[in-house]
C-alpha cells in the first residue's frame, strides 16, 4: 500500500518559473525522503530531511516538512528544460528487520521552454 | 549515476515462465532491497536482503525470491509469471543500518522492464 501521497499528479510550467510538490504520509516517520525519476528509469536521490528538521536546502531545492501534519513540500525554483520528470517522496519504515522505504504515486512535472 | 547496476534491461516472456532479474550494488553497500513499479504508480517493496540474508519482505507472494552474494550482488527471481508481473523491477543498494550514515539513502539501479505476454 502507499504511505503517501503527491499533489498534484501532474504539473507543468514554463522555464525559469518555481514548481512546488506536496507530499501526505500516514504514519511517523524517521526521516522523508525526495527521488526524481527521468522516463521510468531509475531514481535518484535528491534530499532528506529528518523528522526534527522543519526545512533544508540543496541548490535550488528546498523541502519543508511538518509533522504535525504529516506532509512535505518540494520547492525547485529557477526551474530548466531538464527537470522535467516525476518526482517521488518516500518515508522510512522499519519493517521485519529491513529498512524499506514507501513511496507516493509522485508528481509527473514538464516543463515547457 | 549511482553505481548500481541491472541487467538486462528490458525483457519479454510468457505467462506461467521463470525470470532471473539482477544487480550489482554500490561499492561498500552491503544490503539491497528490490522494488516494483507499476506503469504510473510509485515503487512498491518487494524484500531486502543483508549479508545474504533476507532481512524483511514485502507484501508479495512466495513465488517472489530473491539471492544475494559474498560480494553483494543480488539476484530477484520470479517463478509462474503473471500478466501483472509487468513492471519495472528496481534494486536498491544501501549502507547498513548502525553506524553515522545509518543507511537511510537507498541508491537506485536503472531498473529492468519486464514485459509479461
Known amino acids: 500500500s502507499q504511505q503517501g501521497e503527491e499533489d498534484p499528479q501532474a504539473l507543468s510550467i514554463q522555464e525559469g518559473e518555481n514548481a512546488t510538490m506536496n507530499c501526505s504520509y500516514k504514519?511517523?516517520?524517521?526521516?522523508l525522503q525526495w527521488y526524481r525519476q527521468n522516463s521510468g528509469r531509475g531514481l535518484v536521490h535528491l534530499i532528506l530531511i529528518r523528522s526534527n528538521e522543519r526545512e533544508k536546502h540543496s541548490g535550488r531545492l528546498r523541502v519543508t516538512l511538518d509533522t504535525s501534519k504529516k506532509s512535505s513540500s518540494l520547492l525547485i525554483t529557477a526551474s530548466r528544460a531538464a527537470d522535467t520528470a516525476s518526482y517521488f517522496c518516500?518515508?522510512?519504515?522499519?519493517?521485519?528487520?529491513?529498512?524499506?522505504?514507501?513511496f507516493g504515486q509522485g508528481t509527473r512535472l514538464t516543463i515547457n521552454p | 549515476e549511482t553505481g548500481v547496476t541491472q541487467s538486462p534491461t528490458h525483457l519479454i516472456k510468457t505467462r506461467g515462465q521463470q525470470v532471473t532479474l539482477r544487480c550489482s550494488s554500490q561499492s561498500g553497500h552491503n544490503t539491497v532491497s528490490w522494488y516494483q513499479q507499476a506503469l504510473g504508480q510509485g515503487p512498491q517493496f518487494i524484500f531486502q536482503?543483508?549479508?545474504?540474508?533476507?532481512?524483511g519482505r514485502g507484501n508479495f507472494p512466495p513465488r517472489f525470491s530473491g539471492l544475494q552474494f559474498p560480494n553483494y550482488s543480488s539476484e530477484l527471481n520470479v517463478n509462474a509469471l503473471e500478466l501483472d508481473d509487468s513492471a519495472l523491477y528496481l534494486c536498491a543498494s544501501s549502507l547498513p543500518l548502525s553506524g553515522e550514515n545509518r543507511g537511510e539513502t537507498q541508491y537506485f539501479g536503472p531498473g529492468t522492464r519486464l514485459l509479461v505476454l
Open positions: 536482503y543483508y549479508r545474504e540474508e533476507e532481512n
Open positions: 504514519t511517523s516517520i524517521n526521516n
Open positions: 518516500a518515508t522510512d519504515a522499519l519493517y521485519q528487520g529491513a529498512q524499506k522505504l514507501v
